[in-house]
């Protein structure tokens, strides 16, 4: 029995170490082949996915585009005063302004016709201007000075026959006196000449008022200033805007126009720093904020954003700040600028 199980044994062995069947080494090697494959794929699956983590940590957070108000913080502990919280400030775009007045300046009235048609411009926007400086003129203007010449050559035709008639009636008085002449042939020429006299007064009187109406025919400045804007040009009659707009621009505002969610976090006195927004000057002003707005208004708000036509309907409340006494000469002539406001905390 255990001779049996030896002999089992020793053929079992030796059947193990026999050589293969040649047949299957083909699929031996295929199966090995597609094993080492999955092996790269895995491992290049597996350095793929360490790269994206390593370069989602390193890439920097995006900040929200800029509004008319927008909110930044300064995380320097130097700044704050506290390592642990950052300085929160307000920033805003707006527009600069004349501090002093600002006229808008409607067309004369006529008796008829309506309201005149503009017939010469002498001044462009942006231009300084003197009190009294003759800045446009109106179609009424010739008319009126065809009515003067006329009533001027009226005056003067009257005038010579009432001196000539003032010659006689004196003559004819003393002859009169002498019984030369008849009293009823006084009494014509005293009446003739007053009544040359009182035409005189009625065609001066004419004259007179076309002289008030030639005023109304030029449009001069009432105040020393700047041009700040023309709505009518050659040809057109005004509409209800008037002819133009001037400012005193003695002296430069800033106007922010601040988003409502950010209103309460400007105060009165707050100092702000102001920049340019299209380069109309290099240098970055200081300045104060002295009134803010008791309303909130539904109007065209300025953004932050560079593209063209890019600002939007929004709330904002506007906000007029005084620049800084050196900076007032730097931005004399940029009524109208745009500019970035930022409201330091």
Avoid: W
């Amino acid at each position: 029995m255990r001779e049996s199980e030896q002999e089992g044994f020793a053929a079992t062995i030796s059947g193990n170490n026999q050589p293969s069947d040649p047949n299957r080494r083909p699929f031996r090697l295929a199966r090995s082949c597609v094993i080492q494959r999955f092996r790269t794929i895995g491992l290049l699956v597996l350095v793929a996915l360490l790269a994206a983590g390593v370069i989602r940590l390193n890439a920097p957070s995006r900040k929200p585009s800029g509004e008319a108000a927008s909110v930044g913080a300064s995380s320097d502990p130097k700044a704050t005063g506290n390592p642990t919280r950052a300085t929160t400030y307000i920033s805003a775009l707006g527009y600069l302004t004349p501090a002093g007045d600002i006229r808008r300046l409607s067309p004369p009235a006529q008796r008829v016709d309506g309201t005149p048609i503009l017939e010469s411009l002498y001044v462009e926007e942006g231009q300084r201007v003197r009190r009294n400086q003759l800045l446009a003129s109106f179609d009424n203007l010739k008319r009126v000075d065809s009515e003067i010449n006329t009533l001027n050559t009226r005056i003067s035709s009257l005038q010579g026959q009432i001196g000539i008639l003032e010659n006689e009636t004196q003559r004819y008085r003393l002859l009169s006196a002498q019984g030369a002449y008849s009293s009823a042939e006084l009494e014509t020429r005293e009446l003739r000449l007053l009544e040359l006299k009182s035409q005189l007064k009625q065609v001066q009187a004419e004259r007179k008022q076309a002289e008030t109406e030639r005023s109304y025919g030029r449009l001069l400045s009432p105040i020393d200033g700047m041009v700040l804007k023309i709505f009518v040009r050659e040809g057109e009659r005004a509409g209800p805007q008037g002819v133009m707009e001037i400012g005193a621009n003695q002296q430069m505002e800033a106007i922010a126009q601040v988003s409502e969610d950010h209103i309460g976090r400007i105060k009165t006195g707050q100092r702000v720093s102001i920049m340019s927004e299209n380069s109309s000057f290099p240098q970055t002003l200081q300045g104060r904020v002295i009134r803010i707005a008791s309303t909130v208004s539904q109007r065209l708000k300025l953004t932050l954003d560079t593209r063209a036509d890019s600002d939007v309907e929004a709330r904002t409340v506007e906000v007029r700040m005084a620049l800084a006494p050196e900076d007032l000469a730097i931005v004399q002539d940029l009524a109208g600028a745009k500019i970035r406001v930022t409201f330091q905390p």
